[in-house]
Nanobody, 124 residues
Framework: QVQLVESGGGLVQAGGSLRLSCAAS????????MGWFRQAPGKEREFVAG????????YYADSVKGRFTISRDNAKNTVYLQMNVLKPEDTAVYYC?????????????????WGQGTQVTVSS
C-alpha cells in the first residue's frame, strides 16, 4: 500500500511563495509517475505539474509554467512543488498523486494513489 502525505500549505499574499512537500512510503517509486493536482471550490480537480520519478522529466499546466517547479528527492522519497509569484486564482486544495506507470498524464482518474490534500490560500 502506498501512502502520500502532503504538507506546506498555508496563507500567503499575492506575489509570495510556498513549497509543498509530498512524502511517499510503502513502495519503491522508481517506476512511478507523480503529479500535483488542485481543486478550487466548485471546480473540477485539475493537473498542475508532474514528474517521472526515475527520469526526472517534468510537465506543467500552462497556467503555472514559469512560476511553479516540481522536483523530487529520491533518497527521501519526497516530491516538492515550489510555487512562486502566487496569484489569488492559485487558491485551492493541492493534492499529490502517484500512478504505477512511468508516464505523466493530466487526468486525475489515471492516478492510483492520492494524498489527503493541503490548503493553499492566496490573498490579494
Amino acid at each position: 500500500q502506498v501512502q502520500l502525505v502532503e504538507s506546506g500549505g498555508g496563507l500567503v499574499q499575492a506575489g509570495g511563495s510556498l513549497r509543498l512537500s509530498c512524502a511517499a512510503s510503502g513502495r519503491t517509486f522508481s517506476t512511478y509517475a507523480m503529479g500535483w493536482f488542485r481543486q478550487a471550490p466548485g471546480k473540477e480537480r485539475e493537473f498542475v505539474a508532474g514528474i517521472r520519478w526515475t527520469a526526472g522529466s517534468t510537465y506543467y499546466a500552462d497556467s503555472v509554467k514559469g512560476r511553479f517547479t516540481i522536483s523530487r528527492d529520491n533518497a527521501k522519497n519526497t516530491v516538492y512543488l515550489q510555487m512562486n509569484v502566487l496569484k489569488p486564482e492559485d487558491t485551492a486544495v493541492y493534492y499529490c498523486a502517484a500512478r504505477t506507470t512511468p508516464w505523466v498524464v493530466t487526468t486525475p482518474r489515471e492516478y492510483d494513489y492520492w494524498g489527503q490534500g493541503t490548503q493553499v490560500t492566496v490573498s490579494s
